[in-house]
């Protein structure tokens, strides 16, 4: 993929939906000479009023940073789909959510040409479009970040039901938008919920992804708020294998492969679909705390069968290797099933999603601040092993530690809801687990070099 060498129409005009995953991998990536075209190009009709004095201190403060951007550590944001979901996952990422108090479609429009200027831009490592919000001279938010690289940085956008309410959006509500139905073990605190856009920031460098939501946030202010944020990382095991999560567990081993028919068919947007939400998704996103001492209190073969896979290799307790399939059907000695019947894996075998969570590690401080719902268990109750020095304290449940929980398909009914309408009902994996926080968005089809996010929408 080359660098855009014309300046885009200022309407939006058909998106480039040529671009593949593959072009994504490899970018080539001038640097400074292409703050210039990039801001005519993308960001255009967002910026044009804000050149002048604020360009040039944004090209002065930027021609600090000699270093340009390996390749590798770029991924494209253009193409038939956002960048953030097909792309191989990073190890660091923050969600944002934020309400939108623009009040009409063509205000909309600006604020999403506006942040897409600001994704071409530091998705390759350049310094973010020039913005009022910042006084002739000043830094810009990213400045902490100078020097680093862009780490693999994606910026994936979707949008909430109330923003298809602004007065002259005329496009089709994405059919299968709906809020997610409660369900009985719900905990959700309203802080960690809902918004009409969520912002997934993903990169390979913790502050790079904070200088991307710092660099993000400033574009907001008259825009949209923001709700709530939340953060979090995947691990990276020695082997190179699937990520662990916070029981230890390998997860996301059964996930569709990128490169799969099936995971074009789970994630990518129905052909019913209004025309415009071509090559979207759905995002569900959850925060689920665990309960981690729980859980390390648990002995090994139960946390095993909770699952239904082992928790060493990720095998299934049916098999040998983290890929077999599992036997759902198979039984021991004693005629009951191997995978027993609140096993994890069989409550919601078969419900095609992509899972492209990360974990989080909140400490004691969300619980102490009020920031967590009250914990369930009661020190009173809680049981240690045999010997165990007698002690009390706040209860086990005040350490919010846990999953942020990303479903990406395109049919949030019958996969995600679906699939938590099972293991509400019955799931080895419920005493361990509580879910905090949630939100479901329509995911921006892709956009071109020309274009911006929802050049198909608005
Ligand atoms: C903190 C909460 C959760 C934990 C710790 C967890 C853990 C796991 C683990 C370890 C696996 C097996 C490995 C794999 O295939 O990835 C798994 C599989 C799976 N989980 Fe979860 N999970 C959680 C919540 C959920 C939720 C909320 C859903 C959906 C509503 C879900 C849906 C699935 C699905 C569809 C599979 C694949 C099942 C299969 O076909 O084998 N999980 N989970």
């Known amino acids: 993929?080359?660098?855009?060498?014309?300046?885009?129409?200022?309407?939006?005009?058909?998106?480039?939906?040529?671009?593949?995953?593959?072009?994504?991998?490899?970018?080539?990536?001038?640097?400074?000479?292409?703050?210039?075209?990039?801001?005519?190009?993308?960001?255009?009709?967002?910026?044009?009023?804000?050149?002048?004095?604020?360009?040039?201190?944004?090209?002065?403060?930027?021609?600090?940073?000699?270093?340009?951007?390996?390749?590798?550590?770029?991924?494209?944001?253009?193409?038939?789909?956002?960048?953030?979901?097909?792309?191989?996952?990073?190890?660091?990422?923050?969600?944002?959510?934020?309400?939108?108090?623009?009040?009409?479609?063509?205000?909309?429009r600006r604020l999403l040409v506006d942040l897409s200027a600001t994704v071409a831009l530091i998705t390759r490592g350049e310094e973010p479009p020039p913005s009022p919000m910042f006084p002739e001279g000043a830094a810009t938010p990213t400045d902490f970040a100078t020097g680093?690289?862009?780490?693999?940085?994606?910026?994936?956008?979707?949008?909430?039901?109330?923003?298809?309410?602004?007065?002259?959006?005329?496009?089709?509500?994405?059919?299968?938008?709906?809020?997610?139905?409660?369900?009985?073990?719900?905990?959700?605190?309203?802080?960690?919920?809902?918004?009409?856009l969520i912002v997934?920031?993903?990169?390979?460098?913790?502050?790079?992804?904070?200088?991307?939501?710092?660099?993000?946030?400033?574009?907001?202010?008259?825009?949209?708020?923001?709700?709530?944020?939340?953060?979090?990382?995947?691990?990276?095991?020695?082997?190179?294998?699937?990520?662990?999560?916070?029981?230890?567990?390998?997860?996301?081993?059964?996930?569709?492969?990128p490169d799969s028919g099936a995971f074009a068919d789970t994630v990518w947007a129905l052909p019913d679909e209004p025309a415009w939400f071509a090559g979207g998704t759905y995002l569900v996103f959850r925060k689920i705390r665990m309960k981690t001492a729980n859980w390390d209190l648990t002995a090994r073969d139960v946390q095993d069968a909770v699952i239904g896979r082992r928790r060493a290799d990720g095998s299934p307790l049916t098999g040998e290797q983290e890929h077999d399939q599992p036997d759902l059907e198979a039984t021991g000695a004693d005629g009951a099933t191997v995978i027993a019947p609140d096993a994890h894996?069989?409550?919601?075998?078969?419900?095609?999603?992509?899972?492209?969570?990360?974990?989080?590690?909140?400490?004691?401080?969300?619980?102490?601040?009020?920031g967590s719902p009250d914990p369930l268990e009661q020190p009173e109750h809680h049981v240690h092993a045999p010997g165990t020095e007698d002690h009390h304290h706040g209860g086990h449940g005040k350490l919010d530690v846990g999953l942020l929980f990303c479903a990406y398909g395109n049919d949030p009914d019958n996969q995600f809801v679906a699939a938590q309408q099972r293991l509400d009902e019955h799931d080895a994996l419920n005493e361990f687990i509580q879910h905090t926080g949630s939100a479901v968005v329509a995911i921006l089809p892709g956009f071109g070099e020309a274009g911006h996010l929802g050049d198909t929408l608005v």
Not at 346 to 358: D, E, K, N
């Open 1 to 108: 993929m080359t660098r855009p060498s014309s300046p885009a129409p200022e309407e939006p005009g058909a998106p480039d939906r040529g671009a593949t995953s593959e072009d994504r991998r490899t970018v080539t990536v001038p640097r400074r000479a292409l703050l210039g075209s990039a801001l005519a190009s993308v960001g255009g009709a967002a910026v044009a009023g804000f050149a002048g004095g604020h360009l040039l201190a944004g090209a002065d403060v930027a021609a600090a940073d000699p270093a340009p951007a390996e390749a590798s550590d770029v991924v494209s944001p253009f193409g038939a789909h956002q960048a953030g979901i097909a792309t191989a996952q990073q190890r660091y990422a923050t969600f944002v959510a934020a309400d939108v108090t623009v009040t009409d479609a063509a205000a909309l």
């Open 148 to 196: 680093l690289s862009p780490a693999r940085l994606t910026i994936t956008v979707g949008v909430g039901a109330r923003v298809f309410d602004l007065p002259g959006l005329a496009r089709e509500v994405p059919r299968r938008l709906r809020p997610l139905p409660a369900f009985s073990r719900d905990h959700l605190d309203p802080r960690w919920g809902g918004g009409d």
């Open 200 to 257: 997934q920031i993903c990169a390979d460098d913790a502050q790079v992804v904070s200088a991307a939501m710092r660099a993000l946030r400033a574009r907001l202010p008259g825009q949209a708020v923001i709700r709530w944020t939340q953060s979090g990382f995947l691990s990276t095991p020695r082997d190179g294998g699937t990520p662990r999560n916070m029981f230890g567990q390998k997860d996301g081993t059964s996930n569709p492969r």
């Open 345 to 370: 894996i069989r409550r919601v075998h078969g419900f095609s999603m992509l899972r492209r969570s990360y974990s989080y590690d909140y400490g004691f401080l969300t619980a102490m601040a009020g």
